[in-house]
């Protein structure tokens, strides 16, 4: 439902993911949409407004879930 009409165009290109790393001492997310079924495409993107507070939305949830606090 988050897709732009480009990304909504290549069905083939889905799932599109993005990044997110959990170490020790921080968690970081790229705010890069990628597809998964090849290296470049015109789908791929930055995050627009909604897709990305989905992101940070999934960054709180998970930090929820893992009890990590600042």
Known sequence: ALYSPAQK??????PLVFAVVVAENFVSAEFLLRTLNTMRCACMGYAGPEQARYIMDFLDNLLDELSITA
Do not use: A, G, K, P
């Open 9 to 14: 165009e290549h069905r083939d290109c889905h």
